[in-house]
């Protein structure tokens, strides 16, 4: 009886995690398949497959919402912010995990507090703060905010990742005739991939998913990043479910990509610290 129960066990589990899965995905491929249809095939088979695949709603989606406008400013504040990230991160996680200096425990709880700030209570004070060094309108005022609020995590992050290196390699690099600029870029950052990777994905997702910012901090319609952009949009075409169910996928397909590129590197980034102990 218990051998049965134990071979049970792991069908169990796999059954589980499966409904789990169906559950977690159908709304994704919903949102897929929904992006095909017209208006009527949607109002008779909503939930349904389409009986006509229409690949004309995603030229007319883009067309329409000027998402070409908005998915170069999504991109220029994203990646903006992404690089300032990742190289102020770095910086700072090599600093705080590889060297002893007074003060480190402060400096670091400094920038670990930082992940507890809600981030939409700082909305008015950086409004005005932007008022009065004029940065409203510019990507400026979308990439420094974001990557203030990235930089606790990301820190947290590659800091727990550099800790798990051994002091050999500094050393060997240090007797090679390595200057510390030589260390960091040539040594640590390529050995930081699989923690830079998951840094990356977390910044990127939330700049290029990021609403309520670009809402208050941005009111030029050449400026406006693709989560405006589609806002703007479905307000104007509420009606024409296919139309806006195709611009949200093409909105979302940048991400998705992104995640399939650097998934194996971001699984090795999360568990770096839980190896380490």
Do not use: C
Not at 69 to 83: E, H, R
Not at 99 to 111: G, I, N, T
Not at 236 to 265: H, K, N, R, W
């Amino acid at each position: 009886m218990s051998g049965l129960l134990g071979r049970s066990k792991p069908i169990i589990f796999w059954t589980i995690l499966m409904v789990y899965g169906i559950f977690t995905l159908y709304p994704f491929f919903w949102l897929i398949v929904s992006a095909f249809k017209t208006n009527e095939d949607f109002y008779s088979h909503p939930f349904g497959l389409p009986a006509q695949w229409n690949m004309a709603n995603f030229s007319r989606a883009w067309e329409t919402a000027k998402l070409d406008t908005a998915f170069a400013n999504s991109l220029i504040v994203s990646i903006g912010s992404l690089v300032l990230t990742l190289f102020i991160g770095a910086l700072a996680s090599f600093i705080l995990s590889r060297f002893q200096f007074r003060l480190k425990a402060a400096v670091f709880a400094f920038f670990v507090v930082g992940m507890l700030i809600p981030i939409h209570s700082t909305l008015v004070p950086l409004f005005i703060l932007m008022k009065q060094i004029s940065l409203l309108n510019t990507y400026w005022a979308l990439i420094l905010p974001y990557t203030a609020f990235a930089l606790p995590t990301a820190i947290f992050v590659l800091s727990a990742y550099l800790m798990s290196f051994p002091r050999e390699i500094e050393e060997a690099s240090f007797i090679d005739g390595t200057g510390l600029w030589g260390l960091f870029f040539r040594i640590i950052l390529p050995m930081s991939l699989p923690a830079l990777s998951t840094v990356t994905i977390l910044s990127f997702l939330h700049a290029w998913n990021d609403f309520s910012f670009a809402l208050v901090f941005i009111s030029k319609t050449s400026l406006k990043t693709l989560p405006l952009s589609i806002a703007n949009f479905s307000d104007g075409y509420q009606t024409d479910y296919g139309l806006t169910l195709a611009a949200m996928v093409l909105s979302v397909l940048p991400t998705i990509i992104l995640y399939l590129v650097f998934q194996e590197q971001v699984m090795k980034g999360m568990t770096a610290g839980a190896v380490k102990g």
